[in-house]
């Protein structure tokens, strides 16, 4: 299922872990993509991020892009 928002993640990141389950917990859908498994998307999150892989890194429909974000401050974007 496709999501309002896009989350770079990987799949030993904690904090990716925390913000999936508070937007799951919230109704917030959302699209994940490990960077650990395409390249193109890693390229991206260090393109965002000043050269960085940071994760969790979200895209919202603006455009625009977040890295580890708070549950409220993705609330705010999405004008949830």
């Not at 991206?44 to 940071?54: K, R």
Request: include cysteine.
């Amino acid at each position: 299922m496709s999501g309002t928002v896009t989350m770079y993640s990987t799949s030993w990141c904690g904090y990716c872990r925390r913000l999936k389950g508070q937007m799951d917990r919230e109704g917030i859908a959302y699209t994940e993509i490990n960077i650990e498994q395409d390249p193109e998307s890693a390229k991206f999150v260090e393109q965002v991020n000043n050269g960085n892989q940071l994760v969790p890194t979200v895209l919202f429909p603006d455009g625009s892009a977040l890295a580890n974000p708070s549950l409220a401050q993705v609330k705010q974007k999405i004008g949830a």
